[in-house]
């Protein structure tokens, strides 16, 4: 009798979801990766959310995403509506967003998607469908939007200094990490620098183009793509930094700031 109320209770307890995310540096989106990322939001049965405010051509852009998403055998993959958003707009992404089960942002300025996501119910349902499990992925600017904060792309990259370095609140999906993109080819090691100075509990994540990385559970990292990614953190908020720099298939413990074997 005891066997069976504890199993009865075991099924009680609802099961934790996993977070998973998908951040891609800008370029060309590592085929494998994509791949992942459907295969996380259900395959061929899956109902994939494109949103693409951060684009300045969101058709284009999202005819992009569309090819890609299908390309790894998605299933059904749905345009958000384009900013700005009438009531009408709105309750479309509410009706879109409950039955999405993966949400991708598009590329473009990351400031845009924030603009529309200061409507708090907005920006609380977003962060609410990530925890509750649902796969978030982002290219670019929809990599960029994932932290809080956020970069806003303005900066000085001639010195270090984080007080130079544009910033603005941000999704948040990874609690104290800052993701930086177009990282290596765009040269932008002083901003992430300046900003792990001035956050030094702060795990920065430099993503070059062409490249990403896979998150489980908000701390299994994997790299997929053509160049590496940079780990930067700073205990003490001064030199010397903690560095990493990781290619694809190599893998990082985001809670310990090790690589893994």
Request: glycine letters at 10%.
């Amino acid at each position: 009798m005891k066997r069976i109320l504890v199993v009865l209770l075991l099924l009680a307890v609802p099961a934790i979801a996993q977070q998973r995310l998908l951040v891609i540096g800008g370029g060309e989106r590592p085929p494998h990766a994509m791949k992942k990322f459907v295969e996380w939001s259900g395959g061929a049965k899956s109902r994939i959310l494109v949103i693409t405010w951060a684009s300045g051509v969101p058709d284009e852009s999202y005819a992009s995403l569309e090819k890609a998403l299908q390309t790894s055998n998605a299933g059904l993959v749905e345009h958000a509506p384009i900013r700005p958003l009438d009531a009408e707009k709105r309750a479309k992404l509410v009706e879109q967003l409950n039955s999405a089960t993966g949400v991708f942002f598009s590329g473009g300025d990351q400031n845009r998607i924030m603009d529309v996501l200061s409507d708090e119910e907005l920006f609380q349902m977003m962060k609410s469908k990530y925890n509750s499990g649902t796969p978030f992925g982002g290219t670019s600017a929809g990599a960029a939007v994932m932290s809080d904060p956020m970069m806003t792309g303005e900066a000085d990259l001639k010195v270090l200094d984080g007080s130079k370095v544009g910033v603005r609140r941000g999704l948040g999906l990874l609690p104290n990490v800052i993701f930086d993109q177009h990282f290596l080819v765009r040269q932008r090691h002083n901003r992430l620098f300046g900003l792990i100075i001035a956050s030094p509990r702060t795990l920065g994540i430099g993503i070059d183009e062409d490249t990403s990385v896979l998150i489980e559970d908000n701390r299994r990292l994997t790299v997929v793509g053509k160049t590496q990614v940079m780990f930067v953190s700073s205990k003490k908020g001064t030199q010397p930094f903690s560095l990493s720099f990781l290619k694809t298939g190599e893998r990082f413990d985001l809670k310990k700031l090790k690589t893994l074997k």
